[in-house]
T-cell receptor
Framework: DTEVTQTPKHLVMGMTNKKSLKCEQH?????MYWYKQKAKKPPELMFV???????INESVPSRFSPECPNSSLLNLHLHALQPEDSALYLC??????????????FGPGTRLLVL | AQSVSQHNHHVILSEAASLELGCNYS??????LFWYVQYPGQHLQLLLK??????LVKGIKGFEAEFIKSKFSFNLRKPSVQWSDTAEYFC????????????FGQGTELSVKP
């Protein structure tokens, strides 16, 4: 089973709202990722967690706050977003990040619209 | 900075035509290479990957890719496309031992006419 699940599928929020995206995997993977994908563009890495610790933050604005409560779960907390943050947010997981020789498996994404 | 280039933004083919999508990367060291596909309304799926060994790798749904180190290329091929291959195709690179960061190309939209 190579399934990564994400909830919600769609989210509409105002610029003053606080919301969270959730990602879950039960493959025993120890690395989890958040990507942002705008329409007709490739995914862009936001964060990498390795063994539940943040290992890469690609200079993402602080209005995005990741959290990895355990090895199966990854959250992305959203606060005071801007309309330009509207995008598809993808979660991925892999066995580890050690060498890069691990395949990343992607979830279906959460389509976010900020009004 | 490392980058991945995909030569074609949009490719239109008729069914049964052969496909080749170009991908080049800019990094002189060890890389791991991937092709992902994103069907309309679906999530990114792995088509195939290259880590080491035989430079010709076979993936799902009849796709294959060839790694040519001297050309920094990892082109995707399929001898005969089907309408169901209509999708966005992304080439991606992970630099060895650099934290697992996937660097994606800009993507190629493939439209197959029935």
């Amino acid at each position: 089973d190579t399934e990564v699940t994400q909830t919600p599928k769609h989210l509409v929020m105002g610029m003053t709202n606080k919301k969270s995206l959730k990602c879950e995997q039960h493959m025993g993977h120890r690395a989890m990722y958040w990507y942002k994908q705008k329409a007709k563009k490739p995914p862009e890495l936001m964060f990498v967690y390795s063994y539940e610790k943040l290992s890469i933050n690609e200079s993402v604005p602080s209005r995005f706050s990741p959290e990895c409560p355990n090895s199966s779960l990854l959250n992305l907390h959203l606060h005071a977003l801007q309309p330009e943050d509207s995008a598809l947010y993808l979660c991925a997981s892999s066995q580890a990040v050690a060498s890069g020789q691990e395949t990343q498996y992607f979830g279906p994404g959460t389509r976010l619209l900020v009004l | 900075a490392q980058s991945v280039s995909q030569h074609n933004h949009h490719v239109i083919l008729s069914e049964a035509a052969s496909l080749e999508l170009g991908c080049n990367y800019s990094y002189g060291g060890t890389v791991n290479l991937f092709w992902y596909v994103q069907y309309p309304g679906q999530h990114l799926q792995l088509l195939l990957k290259y880590f080491s060994g035989d430079p010709l790798v076979k993936g799902i749904k009849g796709f294959e890719a060839e790694f040519i180190k001297s050309k920094f290329s990892f082109n995707l091929r399929k001898p005969s496309v089907q309408w169901s291959d209509t999708a966005e195709y992304f080439c991606a690179v992970v630099i060895y031992n650099q934290g697992g960061k996937l660097i994606f190309g800009q993507g190629t939209e493939l439209s197959v006419k029935p």
